[in-house]
């Protein structure tokens, strides 16, 4: 029995040992291509209290990125998947009863219909969700220049950090992430999002070729560029359009919404500094719970889930130990 699982079994072993010795070596190059492109985005990895096996959300730091949610963004982004009461839950920003009864009781929220038939506003209660700030996207677009602003619920979970490599790398970059357990992509991409506008940047011509140059430096016949591309072997400039302003994390680099963060906009009352790099850190750690409220329980079960596998593992190693002990080899 041993020699036919041993025969059996033996490639499929190796197989997979080769598979593991070819991702792990190709890791650090994985790295290297993911930004090779010459004007590619570059997101930079943060460190987020709710990353890793042992990940959790910081109250406080929920509670502060929900008053820079309130206080920025909620006069265009709507929330619509998270109640009021949500945000009194455990593993959230944990606010008190009397807290959410009084911030729900702001809002107006249309109900009905009446015993006339007809439509009406009442003050919100904790088990509302939180309304669109606008009636519909039609509307919500003549508001903004033709842009729709989407809804932040599932934001964190719908965005993502996208890569430049190769197709053939792609199933490496895959598994370098779930060795490493990344899984803050989104969030990443957020904070990068948020602290990324800056000034266009210049471009000084050198024959075909664009070269950028340092921030605050020019050169004499230098151009503005939103991007670069490359046709037919020459770089090819895309200005900064009309009612767009330049962010470094957006694809393209123009986007419609102008910069809705600024040091000292929002007035934190626990002493945090009030600096663009915390608000937005803070906001996209909300976001990050709105999109994944289960986070921390999902964390712990599956740390649970890891103990009993071992502890399985150990019996039944054990077990196997012991019934073939006296069958001779």
């Known amino acids: 029995m041993k020699t036919f699982l041993t025969h059996r079994l033996a490639p ?22 993911a930004h090779a492109a010459g004007d590619a985005i570059k997101i930079e990895r943060q460190s987020w209290t709710f990353g890793g096996l042992n990940g959790h959300f910081d109250r406080a730091q929920l509670q502060r990125g929900f008053m820079v949610y309130q206080k920025v963004c909620a006069d265009c982004h709507g929330l619509k998947r998270i109640k009021f009461r949500n945000l009194s ?75 430049n490599a190769p197709v053939y790398l792609e199933p490496f970059l895959w598994l370098k992430e779930i060795v490493m357990g990344y899984q803050e992509g989104g969030p990443d991409y957020l904070y990068a999002l948020l602290t990324g506008y800056v000034a266009v940047p210049s471009y000084a011509k050198k024959g075909d070729k664009l070269v950028k140059l340092p921030p605050g430096e020019t050169a004499p016949g230098a151009v503005q560029c939103a991007s670069v591309e490359t046709v037919d072997g020459k770089d090819v400039c895309t200005p900064l359009q009309k009612g767009m302003q330049y962010n470094a994390a957006f694809p393209g680099h123009q986007i419609a919404m102008v910069a809705p963060l600024a040091d000292k906009r929002v007035k934190y009352t626990d002493g945090t500094p009030p600096t663009l790099e915390n608000y937005a850190r ?20 599956g740390q649970q889930v890891l103990i009993y596998l071992l502890i399985t593992a150990l019996l039944l190693y054990l077990a196997k130990r012991r019934v073939w002990a006296r069958v001779e080899h």
């Not at 803070?282 to 999902?298: K, Y």
Request: glycine share 10%.
């Open 282 to 301: 803070d906001v996209t750690a909300f976001l990050a719970w709105a999109s994944d409220p289960s986070l921390e329980h999902r964390k712990r079960l």
């Open 12 to 33: 499929a072993a190796r197989l997979a040992t080769r598979l593991l010795a070819v991702s792990i070596l190709a890791m650090p190059f994985v790295g290297g291509f």
């Open 89 to 163: 839950q455990k593993g959230g920003p944990e606010f008190s009863e009397a807290e959410i009864q009084s911030l729900a009781a702001t809002f107006k929220i249309q109900d009905g219909p009446n015993d006339a038939g007809k439509m009406f506003q009442r003050p919100g209660k904790p088990f509302d969700a939180f309304p669109s700030p606008f009636a519909n996207e039609q509307q919500a677009r003549a508001s903004n220049g033709g842009a729709y602003p989407p809804d932040l619920s599932v934001i964190a979970k719908g965005r993502g950090v996208s890569t």
